[in-house]
């Protein structure tokens, strides 16, 4: 049986370096595309170096987009590269756009273009939900973005769609609600937090400033996250899918677990900065994922305590070392 080879966009990022690990053990031959930058951020994926091939390409760039489907031969594409950071959406809303909704329609098409037996999973958010029409939020619960980043998310879920409907390419969304790990950028909250407590922790800073507290998230592991993408593009008909937790923590929920690890008082710490406030909040998102589990036999392996603690520990070792 020949082996199988899959192209990763975003392969530097959280999710890819993990779904490259996890394909990999699969047997996959993984291409992993990447911008041509001057400045090269690798360290997600320099333990995988000798093992995956990179490629350059470009969302932005249709053509450069069919020359790397042509020369990888793919039988499975995994769209994990955008403009993912939801405060940055809100400062570059064009290039947002550009990169998490338009790039999306460029992928399809090359696909369309090069070779229709491709498989593609288009990485989708939960923050498409936006302002909740109902709680948990499943695969048929109305959207309602509340940021650029939420929008253009839309836009790449139901173009994703539109050529599943048009062009019979097995196309898939996985609707994935927040997850974390280790290897989350400093920017997102959860890795904010874990990074300030073990600045703190070590002697190397004083207080963690913060917004809003309350803000609920469901909030999973991005290994096991990965998994389930897999598992989408393995069934036999193309589908849509919710992968979460199923259960919510707020932030505040999030900094006691995290400080207690480290036998700390949250509340000596923390400092609340309105700098920190987004102009339109999404207070509370919590997914139901009973479909994946149902027919992808998907569940998270994960706990929240357990995420945050490893997410700490790693901190812990990267500022000592």
Do not use: C
Request: aromatic share 10%; hydrophobic share 40%.
């Amino acid at each position: 049986m020949a082996q199988k080879v899959a192209l990763i966009t975003g392969v530097t990022g959280q999710d890819g370096s993990y779904l490259a690990e996890f394909l990999l053990e699969q047997g996959y031959r993984v291409f992993g595309m990447v911008r041509r930058s001057s400045e090269e951020k690798f360290e997600r994926i320099s333990h995988l170096m000798d093992k995956i091939e990179l490629v350059q390409g470009d969302l932005l760039d249709q053509f450069s987009l069919i020359s790397v489907l042509q020369e990888t031969k793919p039988s499975e594409v995994y769209n994990l590269a955008a403009q993912s950071f939801v405060p940055t959406s809100w400062k570059q809303p064009v290039l947002t756009s550009e990169f998490t909704a338009i790039g999306v329609t460029k992928l399809l098409e090359s696909i369309r273009f090069v070779d229709r037996n491709i498989r593609i999973y288009q990485a989708s958010s939960s923050e498409m939900y936006g302002k909740v029409r109902e709680t948990p939020q499943t695969e048929l619960t109305p959207f309602y973005p509340r940021s650029p980043y939420g929008v253009s998310k839309v836009y790449g879920h139901y173009i994703t769609v539109n050529y599943r409907e048009s062009y019979g390419i097995f196309a898939v969304s996985g609707i994935l609600f927040n997850h974390e790990s280790p290897r989350r950028g400093l920017e997102f909250v959860t890795r904010k937090v874990t990074d300030g407590v073990a600045r703190i922790k070590l002697g190397l800073s004083e207080e963690l400033r913060l917004g809003n507290l309350d803000a609920k998230r469901d909030w999973g592991f991005a290994g096991d996250y990965v998994r389930a993408m897999w598992l989408m593009l393995q069934q036999s008909t193309p589908e849509d899918y919710v992968i979460a937790t199923g259960d919510t923590h707020s932030v505040r929920e999030l900094v006691q677990v995290a400080f207690s690890h480290v036998d700390l008082d949250w509340e000596q710490f923390v400092k609340i900065d309105k700098a920190f406030l987004r102009p339109a909040e999404v207070d509370l998102l919590v997914g139901d994922s009973s479909k994946a589990k149902q027919e992808l036999g998907w569940e998270p392996t994960v706990s929240f305590e357990q995420m945050i603690k490893m997410m700490v520990d790693a901190d812990l070792e990267r500022l000592k070392s």
